[in-house]
């Protein structure tokens, strides 16, 4: 007769039959905003390169903190932009600096209704903007970036943070936190890992997000776009010193990474969408050349299916408003 004896398409033909074998969901829950606070702003500041993502004052952060409880979201990774930088971040770990003063602010006023993540890392509060403290020789200095790390997770712990983000990609940074916080009786502040970060251009409207003044880049820290292997072993490093959430970054263009870290993890994994992620879909549908909508929820799809338990999004709130029933 020739007709065919399979047919896939019978399961595509209404929406409910699609919605039934669908295999993969979205849920607010599963999402993080990233949110950006600025040292002095008295309202919230638009950021050219992140159409609708601004740098917050401290009151319009609390409000997207309750917005971010409303909308059922997972959790705020919330960044600081100081106003004034120096050679070893001192900003980062002093109680009054504005990552600290914001991390206080928002847990106050969400207390455990949303967890609260903080970035662990040097370069929004260093003047040559790199990750970590220089050596005399000008490069990143490993081990004495630790110590300041060490001073940073304890600094956030106390400020109200649930979760330290550790995004520097320094050698032993996880094992060197954890026990740092440990013994400061600080056993239950989570460790997320920046496990396998990317040296990537896809961070480009962050760098306008923190005002970053770094010359160059980070390649000596961060990986290489080229390799795989190397998250595996990263992830394995991370995992080993305690990390309780591991983190790949960027997350549409290393959906094989993450494939691969979420197969061997035995805890949750997360995946960054940034700041490149979401300039890329604001800037093309600001053209009329897709459809905004879409493609944000087809994205975080995708970075779902691959692997990512929890993912960071610019489009938290959005995509959350799009999923509610
Ligand atoms: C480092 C940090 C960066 C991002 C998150 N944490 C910048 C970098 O590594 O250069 C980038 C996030 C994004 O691009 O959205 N503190």
Redesign the pocket.
């Known amino acids: 007769m020739g007709f065919p004896t399979q047919r896939p398409r019978r399961l595509r033909q209404t929406p409910a039959l699609r919605a039934l074998v669908a295999q993969t969901r979205l849920h607010p829950a599963e999402l993080v905003l990233?949110v950006f606070v600025r040292e002095g702003a008295t309202e919230a500041q638009p950021i050219g390169s992140m159409p609708g993502v601004v740098q917050h004052s401290l009151d319009s952060l609390v409000a997207v903190a309750h917005e971010a409880v409303t909308a059922g979201l997972g959790g705020l990774m919330v960044f600081g932009v100081p106003v004034t930088r120096d050679a070893t971040g001192s900003g980062a770990d002093d109680p009054e600096g504005i990552l600290n003063v914001a991390l206080r602010r928002v847990r106050d006023a969400v207390g455990d209704d949303l967890v609260v993540m903080a970035?662990l890392?040097l370069?929004?509060f260093t003047d040559h903007g790199h990750?970590g403290v220089l050596d005399s020789q000008g490069q990143v200095d490993n081990d004495a970036t630790l110590v300041r790390y060490a001073a940073m997770a304890l600094a956030q712990a106390a400020a109200g943070a649930h979760v330290v983000g550790l995004?520097g990609m320094m050698d032993g940074q996880v094992g060197y936190v954890r026990s740092a916080l440990d013994r400061a009786d600080l056993t239950d502040t989570i460790i997320l890992a920046y496990a396998a970060k990317y040296a990537s251009g896809?961070?480009g409207p962050?760098r306008d997000a923190v005002e970053s003044t770094l010359q160059g880049d980070?390649s000596t820290y961060?990986q290489d776009p080229a390799n795989a292997t190397e998250s595996l072993r990263e992830v394995e490093l991370d995992l080993d010193q305690g990390a309780d959430i591991v983190m790949v970054k960027p997350a549409l263009p290393y959906l094989d990474i993450l494939t691969q870290v979420a197969q061997l993890s035995p805890v949750p994994v997360a995946a960054?969408q940034?700041?490149?992620e979401y300039a890329q879909i604001e800037a093309a549908a600001a053209h009329g050349w897709i459809d905004r909508d879409r493609v944000m929820m087809e994205s975080l799809t995708s970075i779902r299916r691959a692997g990512a338990q929890i993912i960071l999004t610019y489009h938290a709130l959005e995509a959350a408003r799009l999923l509610r029933p």
Do not use: I, K, L
């Open positions: 990233p970035d890392c370069d929004e990750c995004s896809f961070y962050f980070r961060q960054y940034v700041s490149g």
